[in-house]
């Protein structure tokens, strides 16, 4: 059996490791009618937790882009926060959206592995 040296095995090992989805804090301030996304490939079948608090309702959702079409796996409405695990159906770039209503809002939260 042929061996690997030490340092390409420390280099895969590294590599190994970054392709990990990092969990990714949510903080900011939203003007009345603004928005804020945050967005992060997924494959199929890939899942992300995610949680969320606001000072003032909002607009939430998941959603992804076909050209120009938008699809909205998750989508609610006149939300103070909100939680769950998303599993992707297809291989996409999705977006988690928060939309400031008739006032300002101060958002929390994570997206999770």
Request: hydrophobic content about 40%.
């Amino acid at each position: 059996m042929k061996r690997l040296p030490l340092y390409i095995a420390v280099l895969c090992a590294c590599a190994v490791q970054a392709a990990e989805p990092q969990p990714l804090a949510v903080a900011t301030t939203l003007e009345p009618g603004k928005i804020h996304e945050e967005c992060a490939r997924l494959e199929a079948g890939e899942k992300r937790t995610w949680h969320w608090k606001a000072n003032a309702p909002v607009d939430f959702n998941i959603h992804y882009h076909v050209g120009p079409e938008v699809f909205y796996p998750v989508k609610r409405d006149s939300m103070r926060g909100d939680g769950g695990t998303f599993t992707a159906k297809t291989g996409q770039d999705y977006c988690w959206m928060w939309s400031a209503r008739d006032k300002a809002a101060t958002i929390e939260g994570r997206i999770g592995k």
